[in-house]
T-cell receptor, first 114, second 115 residues
Framework: GAGVSQSPSNKVTEKGKDVELRCDPISGHTALYWYRQSLGQGLEFLIYFQGNSAPDKSGLPSDRFSAERTGGSVSTLTIQRTQQEDSAVYLC????????????FGEGSWLTVV | DQQVKQNSPSLSVQEGRISILNCDYTNSMFDYFLWYKKYPAEGPTFLISISSIKDKNEDGRFTVFLNKSAKHLSLHIVPSQPGDSAVYFCAAAGGSGGGADGLTFGKGTHLIIQP
């Protein structure tokens, strides 16, 4: 597809379960970002991948959160032992270059932890 | 500590009038600023940007103004149209907190255009 693709678009999970969220960036984009938007909050940076370099994990809120990017393309964000405060929209974005300040977002994965 | 602040959670403007959305920042390392627009159930979409070497950038009905000394930028939409109703996020690049070359976002302003 032409844009950033995320799946699932909606996920309801029970507290304590693990979830995986997937992101397919725009083809050829080297930089990939994960953001989170909680109710009434702005966009919170989580993690950044640039090419094959080690990711910048400075935004991950706890060690229950991890992400990987395979082959420099698809990324998976994993949340272990989900908590209710993890409920949010998880947005993936990509940009074409290291200095690609204009980043392009997917439509988000809406996670609800019950 | 919020580095990008949008102090108005919501703004209501009459159709045809000017909408002015404000954004303040604290990090003097920021050198590039962007506005994103977000409709419900969709991801944010890029609207307009400005480099710190400029003080104004215009694109159709949208103009962004940057006042570096005040660490303030604003987005003007004129004339406002019903389709402009959305949440507008201010974002900044060049500082830390957004990942290398990532963006730091404000909390957003919900713009409501009234007929």
């Amino acid at each position: 597809g032409a844009g950033v693709s995320q799946s699932p678009s909606n996920k309801v999970t029970e507290k304590g379960k693990d979830v995986e969220l997937r992101c397919d960036p725009i083809s050829g984009h080297t930089a990939l970002y994960w953001y989170r938007q909680s109710l009434g909050q702005g966009l919170e940076f989580l993690i950044y991948f640039q090419g094959n370099s080690a990711p910048d994990k400075s935004g991950l809120p706890s060690d229950r959160f991890s992400a990987e990017r395979t082959g420099g393309s698809v990324s998976t964000l994993t949340i272990q032992r989900t908590q209710q405060e993890d409920s949010a929209v998880y947005l993936c974005a990509s940009s074409p270059t290291v200095s690609g300040n204009t980043i392009y977002f997917g439509e988000g994965s809406w996670l609800t932890v019950v | 500590d919020q580095q990008v602040k949008q102090n108005s959670p919501s703004l209501s403007v009459q159709e045809g009038r000017i909408s002015i959305l404000n954004c303040d920042y604290t990090n003097s390392m920021f050198d590039y600023f962007l506005w994103y627009k977000k409709y419900p159930a969709e991801g944010p979409t890029f609207l307009i940007s400005i480099s710190s070497i400029k003080d104004k950038n215009e694109d159709g009905r949208f103009t962004v103004f940057l006042n570096k000394s005040a660490k303030h930028l604003s987005l003007h939409i004129v004339p406002s149209q019903p389709g402009d109703s959305a949440v507008y996020f201010c974002a900044a690049a060049g500082g830390s907190g957004g990942g290398a070359d990532g963006l730091t976002f404000g909390k957003g302003t919900h713009l409501i255009i009234q007929p």
